[in-house]
């Protein structure tokens, strides 16, 4: 694609990648087939080569953001599906990004979807923050149907909705420490506690650690670790995220000075795509540049890690049936797609693919609180193809669709790493029931 920058708009260096990307678009329009808000919307505007133009005229003009763009650019799910599609290689995740930095510079949103950002931006990243509003959702619960009839406090009743009814208690193996590793030893890593699925599903952090320790491999739990960034790095609030990333490749990078490091395990593949992007994120920061790089290429999802592992023989094979979902953040963003579903073939599940595999659950971070009625659709189309499949339990390697898919599905939602610990001698994850039928029944 042509593009037409100034020399001085060139000279600030993210108008100057944005430009480089730009470059690459070809604009065939095959990425409008797999997006899933071009699929359900049929607008132009709204798939990723109607919002490349959008980016490039607000760029090229030095434009401040305007309610059309807003308007395009908030329905976009940040999935990358159309990364995976793209012939011409073009980093939609980096374009869309300093569009959305751009947006909450220059434009002035509604009173309401402003204050609806800033707490969720002050809220979510903060486990114990989390947690109050998750006991607080209660009182609002029987309101959902009023807040659902105003379009305005439409995403407060996203949110009720999506709230657990109970919570479970914050788990003690979150806490800063070491885990060692039994036998001999196979590894050391760290891993992210994280934000949100440390309030929502601690297990899952408390089963990774299990695992792995059990298989050899000692787990660092470093001091200092928070929240990604993703939820507010998606929201175009660049400081809040890069505040965040400095504070993480604080911490790794401690613990990597302290005894090394094979690994930064990531148990959401949200986190994980961000955290594998804070080399680029950082790469202007020259206190942080390289330490940053570094963090990035250490990360991995747990499942990339436990493949690279030499796993045992499966303490039992449990012949489950198991739809794989894999998280967009997971195919698309980290291209993690082999991994997950040969754990769990060589784990004694027997794997089935929902069909439109490519496209969202309509989670996406905030989307589903901010973007309800797009989400919706995504849920029960994703909803229904997971069903279809005949499986008796979903799996998947993201919080946010976990929530998103267990909101309407009639079958157990678990993360993948709870039926890997299951048959590697660990418990039978919560929520599946004993008479689960196996693939043979
Ligand atoms: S597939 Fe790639 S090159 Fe083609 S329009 Fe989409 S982003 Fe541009
Ligand atoms: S990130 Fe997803 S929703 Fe956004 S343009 Fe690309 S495919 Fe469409």
Redesign the pocket.
Known sequence: MQTNFSAAQLADPHVAESEKILR????????TATCPTYVTLGNELDS??GR?YLIKDMLENGRPADKEIVTHIDRCLSCLA?MT????G?N?MHLVDHARAHIQETYKRPLLDRLTRAMLASVLPYPSRFRTALKLAGLGRPFIGLFEKLPALKPVAAMLKLAPSSIPPASPMASPGTHAGQGAKRGRVAILTGCAQSVLDPAINETTISLLTRLGVEVVVPVGEGCCGALVHHMGREEAALASARQNVDAWTNAIEKGGLDAIVITASGCGTTIKDYGFMLRLDPVYAEKAARVSALARDITEYLAGLDLPEPVRKPGTIVAYHSACSMQHGQKITRQPKELLIKAGFVVREPREGHLCCGSAGTYNILQSEISAKLRDRKVKNIEATGASIVATGNIGCITQIASVAKLPVVHTIKLLDWAYGGPKPEGVSDKIPLAAE
Not at 24 to 31: A, D, L, M, Q, T
Not at 85 to 88: D, F, G, H, L, N
């Open positions: 690459k678009c070809v604009h065939c329009g095959f990425c990723p080569r490349i159309c599609t793209c012939p011409s073009v939609y």
